[in-house]
T-cell receptor, first 112, second 111 residues
Framework: NAGVTQTPKFQVLKTGQSMTLQCAQD?????MYWYRQDPGMGLRLIYY???????DKGEVPNGYNVSRLNKREFSLRLESAAPSQTSVYFC???????????FGQGTRLTVV | KNQVEQSPQSLIILEGKNCTLQ??????????LRWYKQDTGRGPVSLTI?????NTKSNGRYTATLDADTKQSSLHITASQLSDSASYIC??????????FGTGTSLTVIP
């Protein structure tokens, strides 16, 4: 009954460091998403994967890469972290793109 | 420009009272409209999804309405509880994987 699980929950990086945010869902959903949420702004789509084996850019993809490892897992990688990437990152999944989306608990990332 | 605007930005109400949150959008074409509840420090949780042909949808004490002609939606919360304190986010879908998020209404319910 886990739903969407994100790891880690918190992370502090130094500018230029790299890291991968992990996301896994156990609902057999086809579509998965990565969002960032910044104060005073709505959630913004970074990348999405409509189905296993496909990924597409969202609204703010610069500085990020993704991998849809299998149907369950969708990871987000920051190759060279910048302070502008300080944010809360949410992973979400849905059965199809236009059905109800389920979100993870979020990863709070600080880049110093 | 595709936009989703929510009002008010924040709201404080007494426990037990009703309230209505507004969402206006200029997104086109329209696929569906969703309301989410986001507790502090947690991910959003879906309350309702409405398509073009649906005017009203309820989920317990939450009732969402949609007027696709005027491009307005509202979320009505009945008999508010302390646990309703959260941010409520309106999301409009254009296509299968294209969404526009409002910035949310922060609701605080006080005893």
């Amino acid at each position: 009954n886990a739903g969407v699980t994100q790891t880690p929950k918190f992370q502090v990086l130094k500018t230029g460091q790299s890291m991968t945010l992990q996301c896994a869902q156990d609902m057999n959903h086809n579509s998965m998403y990565w969002y960032r949420q910044d104060p005073g702004m709505g959630l913004r789509l970074i990348y999405y994967s409509a189905s296993e084996g496909t990924t597409d850019k969202g609204e703010v993809p610069n500085g990020y890469n993704v991998s849809r490892l299998n149907k369950r897992e969708f990871s987000l990688r920051l190759e060279s972290a910048a302070p502008s990437q300080t944010s809360v990152y949410f992973c979400a999944s849905s059965e199809q793109g236009n059905t109800e989306a389920f979100f993870g608990q979020g990863t709070r990332l600080t880049v110093v | 420009k595709n936009q989703v605007e929510q009002s008010p930005q924040s709201l404080i109400i007494l426990e037990g009272k009703n309230c209505t949150l507004q969402c206006n959008y200029t997104v086109s074409p329209f696929s569906n409209l969703r309301w989410y509840k986001q507790d502090t420090g947690r991910g959003p949780v879906s309350l309702t999804i409405m398509t073009f042909s649906e005017n009203t949808k309820s989920n317990g004490r939450y009732t969402a309405t949609l007027d696709a002609d005027t491009k307005q939606s509202s979320l009505h919360i009945t008999a508010s509880q302390l646990s309703d304190s959260a941010s409520y986010i309106c999301v409009v879908s254009v296509s299968r994987n294209q969404f526009y998020f409002g910035t949310g209404t922060s609701l605080t319910v006080i005893p």
